[in-house]
T-cell receptor, first 114, second 116 residues
Framework: DGGITQSPKYLFRKEGQNVTLSCEQNLNHDAMYWYRQDPGQGLRLIYY???????QKGDIAEGYSVSREKKESFPLTVTSAQKNPTAFYLC?????????????FGPGTRLTVT | DAKTTQPTSMDCAEGRAANLPCNHSTISGNEYVYWYRQIHSQGPQYIIH???NNETNEMASLIITEDRKSSTLILPHATLRDTAVYYCIVRLLTEDSGAGSYQLTFGKGTKLSVIP
């Protein structure tokens, strides 16, 4: 089955530690995205990648880093510089980097930093 | 993107049609109406979108008023698995490649509870 996988579903870390969230897709989509969702709120774009080896900052990129070495994979690292890292993180992909194409979402990773 | 207004919550009996309204009175002529839903602790799921004509797919129907200031998402036979928060958003579709063109600005949505 084609789709987007994120792992793990729940992640716990101590403050000051970097943590990397996995996102893999087998849909052969060019574009991939990372969003953050806080309780009772909508989605905020962290980073997006239009094609392999390219990525751009979204609205709230500070304290996060990404890489896109393979078409299928777009890992997100939450660094110790992110002041409020506890959130629900969602990865998405679309066929091409255009708003004309629907974004398909993974199941999300809930990160708790204490 | 134009702002939308949705009821906070709705109930629907299982097997009946669920009609979810959305007001978007400031929508511009080239903005599309999109619907997503999010089941608790899962990623959002795209449902349907339209510009001015009514649309139907395997999941739902979208009815857009002639003046395009409001729309209704219809789930024809609601099941318990349709219990979710439903988000109505309006988006300007563009070939531009900036972050703003990808941003999905979800409001608070409508929490639909399907009751047995």
């Amino acid at each position: 089955d084609g789709g987007i996988t994120q792992s793990p579903k729940y992640l716990f870390r101590k403050e000051g530690q970097n943590v990397t969230l996995s996102c893999e897709q087998n849909l052969n989509h060019d574009a991939m995205y990372w969003y953050r969702q806080d309780p009772g709120q909508g989605l905020r774009l962290i980073y997006y990648s239009q094609i392999v080896n390219d990525f751009q900052k979204g609205d709230i990129a500070e304290g996060y880093s990404v890489s896109r070495e393979k078409k299928e994979s777009f890992p997100l690292t939450v660094t110790s510089a992110q002041k409020n890292p506890t959130a629900f993180y969602l990865c998405a992909s679309s066929i091409a980097p255009s708003s004309f194409y629907e974004q398909y979402f993974g199941p999300g990773t809930r990160l708790t930093v204490t | 993107d134009a702002k939308t207004t949705q009821p906070t919550s709705m109930d629907c009996a299982e097997g009946r049609a669920a009609n979810l309204p959305c007001n978007h009175s400031t929508i511009s002529g080239n903005e599309y109406v999109y619907w997503y839903r999010q089941i608790h602790s899962q990623g959002p799921q795209y449902i349907i979108h339209g510009l001015k004509n009514n649309e139907t797919n395997e999941m739902a129907s979208l009815i857009i008023t002639e003046d395009r200031k409001s729309s209704t998402l219809i789930l024809p036979h609601a099941t318990l698995r349709d219990t979710a928060v439903y988000y109505c958003i309006v988006r300007l579709l563009t070939e531009d490649s900036g972050a703003g063109s990808y941003q999905l600005t979800f409001g608070k949505g409508t929490k639909l509870s399907v009751i047995p």
